[in-house]
């Protein structure tokens, strides 16, 4: 199982970035999707997440009405469109994928800076 995560870089404070999610060796379909984030000498938080049929089920309140999670089924494609976004924002952003009472998987993660 792979997750490769890519899309990541520098932005300024105010701007916008898309990061991707692509998957193989799973059903993808099958898999709830999302993103974490973990920032210098903190705790891995939850971003997003989204249901296998596209439904978001969980978004944090700090990218509420800024940050979007979309899948692409076809594609084996989970994105993460930042809006507005905020040095406190910079992160290193890992996607995760997740059947109930299944194993739970992680990419490899994706930095995301943004400067004031």
């Known amino acids: 199982v792979q997750l490769q995560a890519s899309g990541g870089g520098l932005v300024q404070a105010g701007g916008s970035l898309r990061i991707s999610c692509a998957s193989s060796?799973?059903?993808?379909?099958?898999?709830?999707m999302g993103w974490y984030r973990q920032a210098p000498g903190k705790q891995r938080e939850l971003v997003a997440t989204?249901?296998?049929?596209?439904?978001?089920?969980n978004i944090a309140d700090s990218v509420k009405g800024r940050f979007t999670i979309s899948r692409d089924n076809a594609k084996s494609t989970v994105f993460l469109q930042m809006n507005s976004m905020k040095p406190e924002d910079t992160a290193v952003y890992f996607c995760?994928?997740?059947?109930?009472?299944?194993?739970?998987?992680w990419g490899q993660g994706t930095q995301v800076t943004v400067s004031s």
């Open positions: 989204i249901g296998s049929s596209g439904t978001i089920t």
């Open positions: 060796g799973i059903v993808f379909g099958l898999y709830n």
């Open positions: 995760t994928a997740w059947i109930l009472a299944g194993t739970n998987y």
